[in-house]
């Protein structure tokens, strides 16, 4: 089986070095990567939105061009484990995620999926085998329509840069008078104001 | 000037590689990234928190352990440039903050990240030669404490799984009686229900 355009070894060692270890959600991940990409048209400009921040953000990273950095890549967390892969412009697209349903022949999977088992008690060792020789078949795919927000439409324009009158930094001018964190959403308290680096 | 491990050299092909394009903010995200790591005890096993959800949290993926999917970062959006590196079991850390008020010898970054020039006239060229010109000078930092809900604590009990009765998918039982997804936060709406992968 391979995993984007890496062996199934190789995808394991890069799981590794990305991600700090070989977490199951990384396998379903990759696995579920490849699905996707598999249904899409040839040459298509996707993004990509994972319903899950754990694991599946790191295997859409490590395979394919979407980053949370660049913006190709969105978290809208439902708690679901699922990844929809879409035309950027249309908003087409296709979704896969790990179907519950299908998994009687693959306890370990199972265990681990549905929290069955504690974590101490889960075999990595029988889940990565499991995944391999359960490939594509423990995987739901359908076709969707992702909601407008998320589609590239018209160039927005840009908001204009403000400098906050309370903590003096540059922020978007569009989000009011003083920057969000100086209203309450900073997620720390200043210890000591170093000014430079 | 180095940028983490790397040549500065090295690290705009890592960005390349990674991120899709040489951006400025992921110029400003790696020296930002070097300094904070500059002024981490020695061995510290730490977590980050982006303060913007551009370019950052890629700088960070690239230079550290700390990825979305293993979550050792996290994105806080306050639309401010600054990233916070901290004791993950203290909260005890380092902020690190592109200053506004640094650039007036830096004409190109500021046009940048001021948002003084429109894209097309930026000259991604001088902007380059300007971060090495610059170095650490045109950032601030300051000591901080992270709030409690960003520190980890006493291991939480997991949430068990259940499966949702509307869409038939798996997702953490202490969610609601159906999943989040059903309940209206969908991303996409379903066009074909495909079953197999």
């Given at each position: 089986m391979n995993i984007g355009t890496y062996s199934f070894e190789e995808y394991m060692e890069r799981i590794q070095a990305f991600h700090g270890s070989t977490a199951p959600g990384m396998i379903a991940g990759g696995i579920m990567v490849t699905i996707a990409r598999g249904h899409l048209p040839k040459g298509e400009i996707f993004d990509v939105i994972s319903e899950?921040?754990?694991?599946l953000p790191d295997a859409v990273q490590l395979l394919t061009p979407c980053t949370i950095g660049n913006g190709w890549l969105k978290i809208v967390n439902t708690s679901r484990y699922a990844l929809i892969f879409y035309n950027?412009?249309?908003?087409a697209g296709v979704r896969v995620y790990l179907d519950a349903h299908k998994l009687a022949g693959f306890p370990a999977v199972r265990g681990w999926f549905l929290r069955e088992l504690p974590k101490p008690e889960q075999d990595l060792g029988a889940i990565v085998q499991e995944f391999k020789r359960a490939g594509q078949a423990i995987f739901g795919l359908q076709k969707v329509q992702v909601k407008p927000e998320y589609i590239q439409g018209e160039k927005k324009v840009r908001a204009a840069i403000a400098i906050c009158p309370v903590c003096g930094e540059a922020y978007k001018?569009?989000?009011?008078?003083?920057?969000p964190a100086c209203r309450g959403t900073a997620p720390f308290l200043v210890v000591q104001d170093g000014g430079d680096a």
């Open positions: 899950s921040g754990h694991c950027k412009y249309t908003g001018s569009n989000l009011g008078d003083i920057c």
